[in-house]
């Protein structure tokens, strides 16, 4: 079952924040986060792992409640290269090294 | 980074195709996703070194890949159909067993089943 993020879609000013978030109704082992650009490949934007150990870019910062089963990603101080459709991948222990991916979150971000 | 081949393939209904991925060198672990216009990745297969592939995400028998030498993959579909016209992307990624690490996506191949 595919973890559900929320919101679906969010538009940004230059500057402001977001939080985008995740929930999985499994116990899981790690979440990955990625950004996809219209038309583009994703990228990989941060790793949470269980005990809370990280992984990724400094700019961007993310939390993971692994008794809540969720993660967040918080877009701080947006900026037009934020744009992007937004990916929470989970990966659980008895599923082994394969994620499920998320539905995605639309971010715009306008000037 | 990793290169697919085709970028785009427009295919009759009920012919077979196959698609290419090379993944970045050293990178032990593979994998191919389907993703249909304006949604979210679905996990297909996945390979890591010279284990069982876990199939455990392909759709059906029609579906098959194959992973030779450890390094390039091919997806094949047989017999295809309408609804399998999407991008399929593949990943690779340096994972070893006892944590979790980043995937590296390819550009994908877009499949067009008419």
């Not at chain 1, 790690?30 to 994703?42: D, F, I, L, T």
């Not at chain 2, 085709?6 to 672990?29: E, L, M």
């Not at chain 2, 249909?36 to 996990?43: A, D, H, I, N, W």
Request: with cysteine.
């Amino acid at each position: 079952q595919q973890p559900v993020q929320s919101p679906q879609a969010v538009i940004l000013r230059e500057g402001e924040d977001a939080v985008i978030n995740c929930s999985s109704s499994k116990a899981l082992y790690s979440v990955h986060w990625y950004r996809q650009k219209h038309g583009e490949a994703p990228v990989f934007l941060m790793i949470l792992l269980k005990g809370g150990e990280q992984k990724g870019h400094e700019k961007i910062s993310a939390s993971f409640n692994e008794k809540k089963q969720q993660s967040s990603l918080y877009l701080t101080a947006s900026q037009l290269s934020y744009s992007g459709t937004y990916f929470c991948g989970t990966e659980t222990q008895a599923a082994g090294n394969k994620l499920t991916f998320g539905g995605g979150t639309r971010v715009l971000v306008k000037p | 980074g990793v290169s697919q081949n085709p970028r785009h393939k427009i295919t009759k209904r009920g012919q077979n195709v196959t698609f290419r991925c090379d993944p970045i060198s050293g990178h032990t672990a593979l994998y191919w996703y389907r993703q249909s216009l304006g949604q979210g990745l679905e996990f297909l297969i996945y390979f890591q070194g010279n284990s069982a592939p876990d199939k455990s995400g392909l759709p059906s028998d029609r579906f098959s890949a194959e992973r030779t030498g450890g390094s390039v993959s091919t997806l094949t579909i047989q017999r295809t159909e309408q609804r399998d016209s999407a991008m399929y992307r593949c990943a690779s990624s340096p994972r070893t067993s006892g944590s979790s690490y980043e995937q590296y996506f390819g550009p994908g191949t877009r499949l067009t089943v008419t």
